[in-house]
C-alpha cells in the first residue's frame, strides 16, 4: 500500500468523515446561492440566477478542500517528523500529503459539481467541472501552506476560513467594480460564472487560472518541504 494511499486512508478513519466530504459540498449549493446573491445586491454586484448558483458550487468545493488541506497539514506534523528521520525525506512526505489531499479535493469537487447540475441546467459542464476543481485545488494548496505554518487548530482555521471570505466577498460578481488583486479565485469565478451564464470564456481566463492554480500547489508544496525539514 502506497503512503499516498495510507494518508487518505488516515484522513478517511473518522466515521462520518466521507458524508461529510460529499454532503457539505451538496448543501452548500443548495442553500448558498440565494445568500450569494443577497449579499452580492448588498455590496453592489450583480450576481444572482444561474450565476449565483453555478459560483456557489466553487465555494462549496474551497470551503471543504481548504478546511481538509489545513488539517491535514497541520494534524500531521508528529507524524511527517517521524517518517522524515526515518528516511522518507521531506519532500516524499509532501508529495505523498498533498497527493492523498488532492485525491479527497477531487471528491469534495465532485460532490459540488453535481450538485450543482442537478439543481440547475449548466451549458457547459465542462467548463464549470473544471473551475471547480481549481477553486477545490487553489483552496486545498491555501490550507496546506496555512497548516504548514500555524499549529494551532484554532487561529490555523481562523485564518483560511478569513482568506476564503475575504476573497469570496471580494470576487467577480460580488462587487461593482473589478476583483481586487488578493481575490485569488477571481480566474477560476471568472469562467464558473460565464459556464453558468451559458457564454465560453477567454483564454486568458483558463490560462492564468491554471498558473494560480498550479502556483499556489508548488507553493504549498515548498512550504510543506521547509516546515517537514525544520521539523525533522
Do not use: C
Amino acid at each position: 500500500m502506497t503512503r499516498t494511499v495510507v494518508f487518505a486512508r488516515e484522513q478517511l478513519r473518522a466515521p462520518f468523515t466521507l458524508a461529510l466530504l460529499i454532503a457539505i459540498p451538496a448543501l452548500f449549493v443548495i442553500s448558498a446561492a440565494g445568500a450569494l446573491s443577497d449579499f452580492a445586491a448588498a455590496l453592489g454586484g450583480s450576481l444572482a440566477g444561474d450565476a449565483a448558483v453555478a459560483l456557489s458550487a466553487g465555494w462549496a468545493a474551497a470551503f471543504i478542500s481548504g478546511t481538509l488541506g489545513f488539517f491535514q497539514a497541520a494534524s500531521s506534523r508528529g507524524a511527517d517528523r517521524r517518517l522524515a528521520l526515518a528516511g522518507l525525506g521531506p519532500a516524499r512526505v509532501a508529495i505523498s500529503r498533498i497527493t492523498a489531499s488532492i485525491g479527497l479535493a477531487v471528491v469534495a469537487a465532485a460532490a459540488a459539481f453535481v450538485a450543482l447540475v442537478v439543481r440547475v441546467y449548466v451549458p457547459h459542464p465542462v467548463h464549470a467541472a473544471v473551475a471547480v476543481l481549481a477553486f477545490a485545488l487553489l483552496y486545498l494548496a491555501i490550507g496546506v501552506l496555512v497548516g504548514s505554518l500555524i499549529t494551532a487548530p484554532l487561529e490555523g482555521s481562523l485564518l483560511v476560513v478569513f482568506i476564503f471570505l475575504l476573497d469570496a466577498f471580494a470576487g467577480p460578481g460580488m462587487t461593482g467594480g473589478s476583483a481586487p488583486p488578493w481575490a485569488v479565485s477571481q480566474n477560476a469565478a471568472d469562467i464558473l460564472i460565464a459556464a453558468g451564464l451559458g457564454t465560453g470564456s477567454p483564454t486568458g481566463d483558463w490560462v492564468k487560472a491554471a498558473l494560480v492554480t498550479v502556483g499556489a500547489l508548488l507553493a504549498a508544496f515548498l512550504v510543506f518541504v521547509v516546515s517537514a525539514r525544520s521539523r525533522a
